[in-house]
T-cell receptor, first 114, second 112 residues
Framework: EPEVTQTPSHQVTQMGQEVILRCVPISNHLYFYWYRQILGQKVEFLVSFYNNEISEKSEIFDDQFSVERPDGSNFTLKIRSTKLEDSAMYFC????????????FGPGTRLTVL | GENVEQHPSTLSVQEGDSAVIKCTYSDSASNYFPWYKQELGKGPQLIIDIRSNVGEKKDQRIAVTLNKTAKHFSLHITETQPEDSAVYFCAANGGSQGNLIFGKGTKLSVKP
């Protein structure tokens, strides 16, 4: 059964450093998402991506964040200058269609900012 | 924007009993309501979903009901088993591209 994969599983970085989180969505899916989950809290939407551009983003997704689909299979989230409060689990999700279609989540990347 | 409230935050049941988790949403434009199960250290796993054109959907021991008028939906798990123990999240689609707005989660514990 196809699944969303994410690397790395755990990333530790120093405050102010740049990090890139990587995702490989399910191959025939067209809509891609990033969510984050601070420890013990709910999952929060960051950004959606379709047709090689951002479709929608939340207030969390400020200028420090960017997304890219560099090669037709990977989908990346970059945080330019990490802050302590960026420490969280980051989940990638993909969907075949969009608005009312199932979203499948990857296993997540745990980001720890020291 | 959409807001999703979920209750209870924790739920403990005996094996074999039923468990019910309830959610309310605020945006009447939402039309897709998935439920996710999250085990420790893993990503959310879609277990069932319902769209606004139906009132109830069942898949073996789990069922979801939707009341559009009252803007609430519920997850029902019957004959609970210890492996049902996890955190369950409800969600509603909140944007034009289907981004999901999640509830705060319910930690379900099934005691053998």
């Amino acid at each position: 059964e196809p699944e969303v994969t994410q690397t790395p599983s755990h990333q530790v970085t120093q405050m102010g450093q740049e990090v890139i989180l990587r995702c490989v969505p399910i191959s025939n899916h067209l809509y891609f998402y990033w969510y984050r989950q601070i420890l013990g809290q709910k999952v929060e939407f960051l950004v959606s991506f379709y047709n090689n551009e951002i479709s929608e983003k939340s207030e969390i997704f400020d200028d420090q964040f960017s997304v890219e689909r560099p090669d037709g299979s990977n989908f990346t989230l970059k945080i330019r200058s990490t802050k302590l409060e960026d420490s969280a689990m980051y989940f990638c999700a993909s969907s075949r269609q969009g608005v009312d279609n199932e979203q499948f989540f990857g296993p997540g990347t745990r980001l720890t900012v020291l | 924007g959409e807001n999703v409230e979920q209750h209870p935050s924790t739920l403990s049941v005996q094996e074999g009993d039923s468990a019910v988790i309830k959610c309310t949403y605020s945006d009447s434009a939402s039309n897709y309501f998935p439920w996710y199960k999250q085990e420790l250290g893993k990503g959310p796993q879609l277990i069932i979903d319902i769209r606004s054109n139906v009132g109830e959907k069942k898949d073996q021991r789990i069922a979801v009901t939707l009341n559009k008028t009252a803007k609430h939906f519920s997850l029902h798990i019957t004959e609970t088993q210890p492996e049902d123990s996890a955190v369950y999240f409800c969600a509603a689609n909140g944007g034009s591209q289907g981004n999901l707005i999640f509830g705060k989660g319910t930690k379900l514990s099934v005691k053998p």
